[in-house]
């Protein structure tokens, strides 16, 4: 398995090996064991999936409270611009941005910590991505910074003007406005 760290502290592009033969491949894309060998100890508790549609620009999300959760996105077909904003005050890249591009490889996944944003951007006609969290969604702990925030310096590979937010997404406050924090 191959896990590569990324500047923001705790952030990591996983990719776990790929077995194959002249039948196909197998790829373990989560095994606790292997992971939690390796220093990757979060225990997962729920799977979404979603499909997007080119231009679609989610985020950037994150849960607070009893409900803090760390992700590991993979983007099974499809491209995405995925991008994490280090949201802990304590933190030494508090209110820095990072986005990666999954999809090119569908095994490569991004861990993203508690105490992070999240959002992506689709880059493909269609995007399928599949992302594990340590805590269920919880609609009372959601909470959000707007992903267009200029503040966070984030270098979008696509026009502003063609992403689609949605209205929630739109109305989600910078950073700076943002009073729900990590400490």
Not at 89 to 107: C, I, Q, Y
Not at 111 to 138: N, R
Request: charged share 25%.
């Amino acid at each position: 398995m191959l896990i590569t760290e990324l500047p923001l502290r705790g952030a990591r592009l996983v990719r776990p090996p790929t077995h194959g033969d002249e039948r196909g491949s197998l790829t373990e894309v989560w095994n606790r064991d292997k992971f939690t060998a390796l220093g990757v100890s979060e225990v997962f508790v729920q799977d979404n999936w979603t499909i997007s549609k080119r231009g679609a620009l989610r985020g950037m999300h994150y849960q607070i409270g009893a409900a803090a959760h760390a992700k590991l996105i993979r983007c099974a077909r499809g491209r995405i611009f995925d991008v994490i904003v280090d949201i802990r005050r304590s933190s030494p890249t508090f209110g820095k941005a990072l986005g990666v591009e999954l999809g090119e490889d569908p095994m490569q996944m991004l861990l993203v910590p508690v105490g992070f944003a999240h959002g992506f951007l689709t880059l493909s006609e269609e995007a399928w991505i599949s992302y594990k969290l340590t805590h269920a969604y919880s609609s009372e702990f959601e909470r959000g910074i707007q992903a267009l925030d200029e503040h966070l310096g984030l270098e979008w590979p696509m026009a502003v003007e063609d992403c689609v937010q949605s209205g929630k997404d739109l109305g989600l406050p910078p950073l700076s406005q943002q009073i729900d924090l990590f400490p």
